[in-house]
C-alpha cells in the first residue's frame, strides 16, 4: 500500500485554517508550497499552519510560468517568498527544517532548467532523495532541487465530490501500489468540504501518510 506525502500548493488561502483543522483530524502532516503574494494576503493563516506543525515550502511569488520569465526574476521571485517565508516561521517561534521549492504548474524553465536549478542550489533548496520514490517516471526528476510530484488526482479540473472520487479511482495504480508516493493537492482554488472529501478517500483506501521530512535529500551546499 502506498505511502503518501502530502504536498499542497497555492497556499495560503482564506479557508486554509479549516483545512489545517482537517488535516489534524486525520493526523496528516503537509507540506504547503506557498505563493508570496498569497503569504502577503494570508501570513496569519500560515503562521497557524507552521503552529499546528506543517510545514511551508516556497512556490514563488506571482505563480508564473518559469518558462516565461527570465532567471533573474525566477531568483527574485524566490528570494522575496523565501523572504515571507521566513517571517512566518520567526511569528510563529518555529526553526524553519529546510528550504524547499516547487515550480508553478510544474513548468521548470524548458531551456532555462539548468540555470534555475544552478539558482535553487546556491540558495541551499532540497530535493527530495533521488532514491525515495521507485517509479520510472522519478527517474526524469531525481536529483533536481525542486519538488515534483508522482499522484495527481486533478482537482483544479473537478468542482464535485463524484468527480474527485472518480479521479482518485483513476489513480488506484499508484494509490494500491507498494511504494512512496508525492501527491499533489490544491489549497487556493478548493473549498474545505473538497479537501476533505480527498482525505477521506484516501483514508478509505488505506493509504498511510508519511512525514515529508523524511523524504529530504541531499544537504544544503550547492556542490553535494
Not at 29 to 46: I, K, N, S, T, V
Not at 122 to 140: L, N, Q, V
Request: net charge negative; hydrophobic share 40%; with cysteine.
Amino acid at each position: 500500500m502506498t505511502t503518501a506525502y502530502l504536498t499542497v500548493d497555492d497556499a495560503p488561502s482564506a479557508t486554509l485554517p479549516e483545512k489545517v483543522a482537517v488535516l489534524d483530524d486525520y493526523g496528516v502532516r503537509a507540506l504547503l508550497f506557498c505563493e508570496g503574494q498569497r503569504l502577503a494576503d494570508h501570513a496569519d493563516h500560515a503562521r497557524r499552519a507552521v503552529e499546528a506543525g506543517h510545514l511551508l515550502g516556497n512556490h514563488a511569488y506571482h505563480h508564473n510560468s518559469a518558462s516565461d520569465i527570465a532567471v533573474d526574476d525566477f531568483a527574485d521571485e524566490l528570494d522575496r517568498t523565501e523572504a515571507a517565508i521566513d517571517e512566518v516561521y520567526e511569528s510563529a517561534g518555529v526553526d524553519r527544517p529546510a528550504k524547499l521549492f516547487r515550480f508553478p504548474f510544474g513548468d521548470k524553465g524548458d531551456d532555462r532548467a539548468p540555470a534555475f536549478q544552478t539558482v535553487l542550489a546556491e540558495r541551499g533548496f532540497r530535493p527530495p532523495a533521488a532514491d525515495a520514490i521507485d517509479y520510472d517516471f522519478w527517474a526524469d526528476h531525481a536529483g533536481d532541487r525542486d519538488w515534483f510530484w508522482t499522484v495527481d488526482v486533478e482537482d483544479y479540473n473537478v468542482d464535485t465530490k463524484e468527480a474527485l472520487a472518480a479521479n482518485v479511482a483513476d489513480a488506484a495504480d499508484r494509490l494500491d501500489a507498494d511504494s512512496n508516493d508525492i501527491l499533489l493537492f490544491h489549497d487556493g482554488g478548493n473549498s474545505p468540504g473538497q479537501f476533505e472529501h480527498y482525505l477521506k478517500l484516501l483514508d478509505e483506501r488505506g493509504v498511510a501518510f508519511g512525514d515529508p521530512l523524511e523524504l529530504i535529500g541531499g544537504d544544503a551546499s550547492a556542490d553535494d
